[in-house]
């Protein structure tokens, strides 16, 4: 498994060795993303809060360039939910009750 923003520059290889099931891009709400990545910044305090709003801001911009460049290079764009729900599918493991895939929250 790769994860990451880079992980999509090695599908095709590896889709063209057969040694890739599949590959994914999570599609989720910049806003959330935007968010949660501000919030972790903010309570790490990585750098001064106007420059973390700042770089945010740039990111959650950027953010469908990005997906649209995973897509080209061979991701799926999916929510979490349907990656989980794939993925399950894949390794044969029942869904869990009155999941539906959906990932839990915490």
Same mark, same amino acid.
């Given at each position: 498994?790769?994860? #990451?923003?880079?992980? &999509? ?8 060795? #057969? ?5 994914? /891009? ?15 910044? !903010? ?6 809060? /106007? !420059?973390?709003?700042?770089? #945010?801001?740039? !990111?959650?911009? &950027?953010?469908?360039?990005? !997906? ?9 764009? /999916? ?13 044969? &493991? ?9 990932? /839990?929250?915490?």
């Amino acid at each position: 498994m790769a994860e #990451g923003i880079f992980a &999509a520059e090695i599908v095709r290889e590896l889709r063209d060795r #057969g040694l890739l099931a599949d590959a994914f /891009a999570l599609r989720r709400s910049r806003t959330v993303t935007f968010a949660r990545r501000l919030g972790r910044d !903010l309570t790490e305090r990585r750098k001064p809060p /106007a !420059l973390l709003v700042r770089r #945010g801001l740039q !990111l959650l911009r &950027a953010e469908p360039v990005v !997906l649209r460049r995973q897509v080209e290079l061979g991701c799926r764009a /999916a929510s979490a939910g349907r990656i989980v729900r794939e993925v399950r599918a894949m390794a044969g &493991a029942p869904d869990p009750a009155g999941t539906h895939g959906e990932p /839990a929250i915490n």
